[in-house]
């Protein structure tokens, strides 16, 4: 089964400052999908980014970008010029791309905190 | 609607009650799905629906949990003779197909507290 780690409960920036998110994940397939998806109090999953294993470029959006290392297992999230409104739980988070269940399966989450 | 939306935002019932809660998905989502959250086993995955049928049930923690779907859009997840352990915010999502190529879309959840 596969398994998603993120190693950091909690996480700090200063505002406009950069930060990275870790995480790992485990997996025997070669194809999948990573997500990483923000949830601030209001408890709505908003997607920020997401990868294709089989894409070698990492994937960016605005000030978010990522780190992949498909031989490492590893997956990390930058957040550029973070903003207060970045303060929320991040998820990272895995899906398969065939065979079965189309289910994400998630990280326990790292809380960031934007300070001003 | 424009997103996924959930009902009730917050429900409270007393141990051995019945409960259900409702998903509305993205008009034209094929694919549903629902998850728990809780705050000692995170984000797990309840069970997938692709169109009125469900493929994977298998997060489903016990028989006490049943879901249905009807007319391929709205869900409802129902909990018999509710326990504490069922405490948890219910998030439900939908997608346009099942493809792994696909995004899924959150709601806002329902907070479940049994007392």
């Known amino acids: 089964a596969q398994t998603v780690t993120q190693s950091q409960p909690e996480m700090s920036v200063q505002e406009a400052e950069t930060v990275t998110l870790s995480c790992t994940y485990d997996?025997?397939?070669?194809?999948?999908?990573l997500f990483w998806y923000k949830q601030p109090p209001s408890r709505q999953m908003i997607l920020v980014i997401r990868?294709?294993?089989?894409?070698?470029q990492n994937a960016t959006e605005n000030r978010f970008s990522v780190n992949f290392q498909k031989a490492a297992k590893s997956f990390s999230l930058k957040i550029s010029d973070s903003q207060l409104g970045d303060a929320a739980m991040y998820f990272c988070?895995?899906?398969?791309?065939?065979?079965?269940?189309?289910?994400?399966?998630f990280g326990k989450g790292t809380k960031l905190t934007v300070n001003p | 609607g424009a997103g996924v939306s959930q009902s009730p935002s917050n429900k409270v019932t007393e141990k051995g009650k019945d409960v259900e809660l409702r998903c509305d998905p993205i008009?034209?989502?094929?694919?549903l799905y629902w998850y728990r959250q809780s705050l000692g086993q995170g984000l797990e995955f309840l069970i997938y629906f692709q169109g009125n049928s469900a493929p994977d049930k298998s997060g489903l923690p016990s028989d006490r949990f049943s879901a249905e779907r009807t007319g391929g859009s709205v869900s409802t997840l129902t909990i018999q003779r509710t326990q504490q352990e069922d405490s948890a915010v219910y998030l439900c999502?939908?997608?346009?197909?099942?493809?792994?190529?696909?995004?899924?879309?959150f709601g806002p959840g329902t907070r479940l507290t049994v007392l």
């Open positions: 990868q294709e294993a089989y894409k070698q």
């Open positions: 008009s034209g989502h094929t694919a």
């Open positions: 999502a939908s997608s346009f197909s099942s493809g792994s190529a696909d995004t899924q879309y």
């Open positions: 997996t025997s397939e070669s194809d999948y999908y």
């Open positions: 988070a895995y899906r398969r791309t065939q065979g079965g269940s189309e289910k994400l399966v």
